[in-house]
């Protein structure tokens, strides 16, 4: 059975930084790419970030901001996200690119 499981979100004031974790078991991260996606309040979900293994890629409102990476040894995918801004407020999700390995998502809100 495949889980995984965010953690690291919650409430942060702009210009602030938090990092998420997405820890996996019953998949090996090591042989897929995965991604960070989210959705905000009334926004459709978009794609934040991939890690590809050997490139990374990022929409264009997080570059320069965001930094994902991963530690296969861990089984774990991170999201490093800095001078976070109150449009970054969402439910960030984890997931296996291509397949149906989903989180169950967290919360990040950006607020003073």
């Known amino acids: 059975q495949v889980q995984l499981v965010e953690s690291g979100g919650g409430l942060v004031q702009p210009g602030g930084s938090l990092r998420l974790s997405c820890a996996a078991s019953?998949?090996?991260?090591?042989?897929?790419?995965v991604g960070w996606y989210r959705q905000g309040p009334g926004k459709q979900r978009e794609r934040v970030a991939l890690?590809?293994?050997?490139?990374?890629d990022y929409v264009d409102s997080v570059k320069g901001r965001f930094t994902i990476s991963r530690d296969n040894a861990k089984n774990t995918v991170y999201l490093q996200m800095n001078s976070l801004k109150p449009e970054d407020t969402a439910v960030y999700y984890c997931?296996?690119?291509?397949?149906?390995?989903w989180g169950k998502g967290i919360l990040v809100t950006v607020s003073s």
């Open positions: 997931a296996v690119a291509g397949t149906n390995y």
């Open positions: 019953g998949v090996d991260f090591s042989r897929y790419t």
């Open positions: 890690h590809r293994g050997g490139s990374v």
